[in-house]
């Protein structure tokens, strides 16, 4: 693959296009994504998988930006929506609906019914209790439900237990033990139709084992539920395969794709992948400026304009993400904590990290936030979300503008009554 942010003498690029005049037009926090890592990455897992009927239903959860999906979906991708609003952003996006399909543990009636009113291709049923919801959604909305069980096979993905969803005790989906009677269940109603079968272990996996051995089991299954009838004609893998941001190795799509066509093809069934992070993570930078250097008798610290309001995932999941000088370094390294300006002391982008001495209104990059990044982000501590750039050769477009003060009060009022 190709580096879609180059250094080139020594100055930091996104393709073609220098991320100090992004910052300068654009100013900071700013994320900047790459049309060409986005398409990259999509087509490499599209190769992979051309020799086995398939769909490639981008998690939106991942990145949700209009021009993200948009650019993924031109490429033919379809979308695997976790809400009704993520169903929105994808049909605002331009996806074809035939192409969605629809997870989550907690789908409301309103979010069932836009669904059902959009045609969706497939509705992954996380409880027996769902089942039911949608049947009689289905049936006062007039129409019958593409539907499969998300199966929960009992098996440890070996990733963060925040991002592990595939184990014994997870909320998501149904044990795999009671999918045959949840099957049973599901052909008796009227206003679903029983299409396919579903997993998704987790996410950040970096070992392909923990996919082979969890299809194994959903193939088994798949025979049980043909032995009793079903007509199985899908057989969506989910997401979660990792990305590398360290020095870890992530296995390639490619390798990845072998393992889910040797795991579950041959079964005259179209496979859906779900990936998310795999596809967007390593197309993204945030883009922060420093503000000020302090140190205290144990530490030094780099305060920068970006927070864990932009970016939580070093302090949700301890995550390492890389982080470099946007220009030549000027300094020698030193050894520093990189924190934003938010009242927590889990607001940190980096410690412990070597980076050269830095000075107010240098601009940093961190690398592989193109995922579970802007995507997570909150107006924690009245901070303004960041903007967001599109990058594609030597041209850029702000995908979305920096909000402002007043986007941070939109939709409050002052009761004068209540409030003396
Ligand atoms: C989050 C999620 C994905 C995507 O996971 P990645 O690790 O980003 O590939 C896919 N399917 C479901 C149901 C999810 O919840």
């Known amino acids: 693959m190709t580096d879609a942010f180059p250094r080139v003498e020594n100055r930091l690029y996104a393709e073609a296009v220098p991320i100090d005049r992004i910052a300068e037009e654009v100013g900071t926090p700013v994320f900047v994504y790459s ?29 949700m930006n209009l021009a993200v999906v948009r650019t993924l979906v031109a490429r033919g991708a379809g979308v695997d929506a976790t809400s009704g609003g993520e169903l929105f952003r994808a049909l605002r996006a331009g996806a074809d609906p035939g192409k969605v399909v629809y997870s989550g543990v907690g789908k409301t009636d309103a979010e069932i019914g836009l669904a059902l009113e959009a045609g969706i291709k497939l509705f992954n049923v996380e409880s027996r209790a769902e089942l039911r919801r949608i049947d009689a959604c289905a049936a006062a909305h007039g129409g019958v439900a593409p539907v499969a069980f998300r199966v929960n096979p009992d098996v440890d993905p070996r990733t963060h237990p925040y991002i592990s969803t595939g184990l014994r005790t997870s909320k998501f989906g149904i044990p795999i033990a009671d999918a045959v009677d949840a099957y049973a269940e599901a052909k008796a109603l009227e206003h679903v139709r029983v299409i396919g079968v579903d997993c998704h272990i987790g996410s950040q996996i970096l070992s392909l084992e923990p996919f082979a051995d969890a299809l194994a089991r ?17 057989i969506d893998v989910g997401g979660g395969l990792g990305v590398s941001y360290a020095e870890e190795e992530a296995p390639s799509a490619a390798a990845y794709a072998d393992v889910v066509t040797g795991a579950v093809g041959g079964l005259d069934c179209e496979i859906v992948v779900e990936p998310g992070r795999s596809i967007s993570a390593n197309a993204g930078l945030l883009v922060t400026r420093v503000l000020y250097e302090k140190s205290n008798e144990e530490k030094r610290f780099v305060v920068v304009d970006a927070a864990m309001n932009d970016l ?7 995550a390492y993400q890389p982080i470099e000088p946007v220009g030549p370094p000027r300094h020698p390294e030193q050894t520093v904590d990189v924190v934003g300006p938010v009242c927590e002391s889990g607001d940190f982008l ?6 050269p001495r830095l000075e107010r209104g240098d601009l940093l990059a961190v690398r592989s936030a193109g995922a579970y990044a802007f995507a997570m982000s909150s107006n ?12 594609s050769g030597d041209r850029f477009a702000v995908v979305r503008k920096r909000e402002s003060l007043e986007d941070l009060v939109r939709g409050e009022s002052i009761p004068k009554d209540l409030t003396g």
Do not use: T, W
Request: hydrophobic share 45%.
């Open 35 to 63: 049309k060409l890592a986005l398409c990259e990455a999509y087509d490499a897992l599209a190769a992979a998988l051309a020799p086995v009927p398939h769909s490639i239903c981008y998690s939106i959860k991942s990145n």
């Open 218 to 234: 959903m193939r088994g299954l798949i025979g049980e539920l043909r032995d009793a009838g079903h007509a199985i004609e899908v």
């Open 312 to 318: 939580i995932r070093p302090a949700l999941y301890q």
């Open 350 to 355: 980096a410690r412990e990290r070597s980076l």
């Open 380 to 391: 924690y501590n009245g901070r303004l979300r960041a903007a967001e750039v599109l990058v």
